[in-house]
């Protein structure tokens, strides 16, 4: 079977990653979550004070910044930042209040897509984020773009940060969902928008191994028959 890329994009806690990386474990493929990178990026900005109105300072502070991926011995991939590992980290709603602004700066952008592009050279890759399908891979094989209910993402995003000891009111995760779903759609450069190649899947009322399954079913198909 050939290799190809899968590009998973949508909206803030649809359940992009976690579809992404089981589906990865399942092909035996490489799974990146490029939100993370974005997340890294802004603990570094956060922890040097980067004035990310400078371009000059932000185009200082990439260059000292190397985000890369390694997998744990429990099979899942973590984000290191300069070589430490930050996963934890990253996840805090400190840096979800920062990531979108960050994000939406042109220089972050481009020295990410080249990044996520080097990633993608081998194929074999399942990627979630904002851009993948429309930007970082436009001829990737099966495109999707996730939606479901802000009420439910809620839900979930609120559960994650709890697994991960953070406690944090349902209106204040809405309250950062709906902003970042309204400014990574529209802001300037690479908005979160849903090619006209992609496939939707609503995820409101569907399991994850629902999501799982229909994923690979998809994948599977353009693995076998290669040109469609
Ligand atoms: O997937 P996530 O919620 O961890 O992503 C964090 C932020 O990073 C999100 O609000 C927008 C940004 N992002 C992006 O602009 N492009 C991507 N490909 C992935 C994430």
Redesign the pocket.
């Known amino acids: 079977m050939r290799k190809i890329i899968i590009a998973i994009?949508g909206y803030?806690?649809c359940g992009?990653?976690t579809t992404a990386k089981e589906v990865a474990q399942i092909l035996g493929y490489f799974y990146v979550?490029?939100?993370?990178?974005?997340?890294a990026v802004t603990v570094y900005f956060l922890e040097h004070h980067i004035a990310i109105t400078n371009p000059k300072e932000v185009a200082r502070a990439l260059k000292e910044i190397n985000v890369s991926f390694k997998i744990n011995p429990q099979g899942n991939t973590e984000a290191y930042l300069n070589g430490l590992n930050v996963e934890k980290q990253i996840r805090k709603m400190q840096v979800?209040e920062w990531?979108?602004q960050v994000?939406?700066i042109k220089e972050v952008?481009a020295a990410m897509v080249e990044a996520q592009r080097k990633m993608g050279k081998k194929k074999g890759i399942v990627m979630?984020?904002?851009?993948?399908g429309s930007v970082?891979f436009p001829d990737a094989e099966l495109k999707l773009f996730l939606t479901a209910d802000l009420l439910v993402r809620a839900f979930r995003r609120q559960r994650e940060l709890l697994e991960r000891d953070e406690l944090v009111d349902l209106d204040s995760v809405i309250g950062n969902l709906r902003q970042?779903d309204e400014?990574?759609s529209k802001r300037k450069v690479?908005p979160?928008v849903k090619s006209k190649d992609a496939i939707e899947i609503d995820t409101t009322h569907i399991t994850i191994d629902e999501q799982v399954d229909e994923v690979v079913r998809l994948a599977t198909g353009k693995m076998v028959r290669p040109g469609r």
Do not use: N, T
Not at 33 to 39: C, L, P, V
Not at 128 to 132: M, S
């Open positions: 994009d803030s806690a992009k990653s979550d490029s939100g993370a990178m974005y997340r979800s990531v979108s994000s939406a952008r979630d984020g904002r851009d993948i970082v970042r400014f990574d690479s979160l």
